[in-house]
């Protein structure tokens, strides 16, 4: 059974740092690109990273790009999102969706029609 679930969120101040979590089981997250999304209130989903299963070459929405940082642990089949520098409009759910039509993640934004394994999601609010 294919499952993919997010953790690490919660409340923190601006300034503050996060590290999400992004654990499956059911398949290897290695064997795709795997990407971060979120989706504030009232507002599409955004993806704002991804990561290649090929090289683990990663990509970066200029929002974020400079102060978020994807990596992974094949070891333990979990993807990272590690949030530094955080602003109150960071403020979202945050999901992990796998892509599993491709390896390598795209030179633009992941969209969120290619991916097909999504999680929950995890709120991460920031403010004082």
């Known amino acids: 059974q294919v499952q993919v679930v997010e953790s690490g969120g919660g409340l923190v101040q601006p300034g503050g740092s996060l590290r999400l979590s992004c654990a499956a089981s059911?398949?290897?997250?290695?064997?795709?690109?795997i990407a971060w999304f979120r989706q504030a209130p009232g507002k599409e989903r955004e993806g704002i990273s991804c990561?290649?299963?090929?090289?683990?070459?990663?990509y970066y929405a200029d929002s974020v790009k400079d102060r978020f940082t994807i990596s992974k642990d094949n070891s333990q089949n979990t993807v990272y999102l590690q949030m530094d520098g955080l602003k109150s409009e960071d403020t979202a759910v945050y999901y992990c969706a796998a892509n599993t039509m491709r390896r390598r993640c795209p030179t633009g934004p992941p969209i969120t029609y290619e991916y097909d394994y999504w999680g929950q999601g995890t709120q991460v609010t920031v403010s004082s």
């Open positions: 059911g398949f290897t997250l290695d064997y795709y690109a």
């Open positions: 990561i290649s299963a090929s090289d683990g070459s990663a």
